[in-house]
């Protein structure tokens, strides 16, 4: 199956600081990336969906001057969580499809945890 | 999508089969029936999927009733690997994939 690749897997942060996780496709373009939230116990969560050059389309509740989502290009997605507050902390997790109609490829997330 | 309906938890031995139910009554002719697993700590990782037609590959076999409300994920032999949270979730591959509760599979020794 298709890759993708997430990093970091984890990271530690003070409250106030922020921080930016990627995610890339290693072996195919993709056209859409998703990313996801998971408290603990819980189910993923969709935060926001985005489109190679376009502006991502974020879902009802979340915030989107302080989760920055960039897609430059057909292999990088890009998510900034800004001045990070300990409530933010969550696993949060990456995923890519090539094209409409296309399964979804999910990376193997990353662990943010804001002291 | 449409909703999915799935058991809380399920336990199985290893080396037996391990069949999981999903129930999705209100499935559209457009969506596709997709089961992913989520290791502990992990991302998702994709399974298999199925529009009416029985599917099999290296990691599964998926059964969908001919009326389409319902369908089984088949692990043929469950081995401790297999412990994860397992979602069913109908699609069309046109929206977005939103993830229910699952079950989570416990495989004993």
């Known amino acids: 199956g298709a890759v993708v690749s997430q990093h970091p897997s984890w990271v530690i942060c003070k409250s106030g600081t922020s921080v930016k996780i990627e995610c890339r496709s290693l072996d195919f373009q993709a056209t859409t990336m998703f990313w996801y939230r998971q408290f603990p116990k819980q189910s993923l969560m969709l935060m926001a969906t985005?489109?190679?050059?376009?502006?991502?389309?974020?879902e009802q509740g979340v915030e989107k001057d302080k989760f920055l989502i960039n897609h430059a290009s057909l292999t990088l997605s890009t998510l900034t969580v800004t001045s990070a507050h300990p409530e933010d902390s969550s696993f949060y997790i990456c995923s890519a499809r090539r094209g409409l109609g296309e399964k979804l490829f999910f990376g193997s997330g990353t662990q943010l945890s804001v002291l | 999508d449409a909703k999915t309906t799935q058991p809380t938890s399920m336990d199985c031995a290893e080396g037996r089969a391990a069949n999981l139910p999903c129930n999705h009554s209100?499935?559209?002719?457009?969506?596709?029936v997709y089961w992913y697993r989520q290791i502990h700590s992990q991302g998702p990782q994709y399974i298999i999927h199925?529009?009416?037609n029985n599917e099999t590959n290296e990691m599964a076999s998926l059964i969908i009733t001919e009326d389409r409300k319902s369908s089984t994920l088949i692990l043929p032999h469950a081995t401790l690997r297999d412990t994860a949270v397992y979602y069913c979730?109908?699609?069309?591959?046109?929206?977005?994939?939103?993830f229910g509760k699952g079950t989570m599979l416990l495989v004993s020794p």
């Open positions: 979730i109908v699609f069309t591959g046109y929206s977005t994939l939103t």
């Open positions: 199925g529009l009416k």
């Open positions: 985005s489109n190679e050059g376009s502006k991502a389309t974020y």
């Open positions: 209100t499935i559209s002719g457009n969506e596709y």
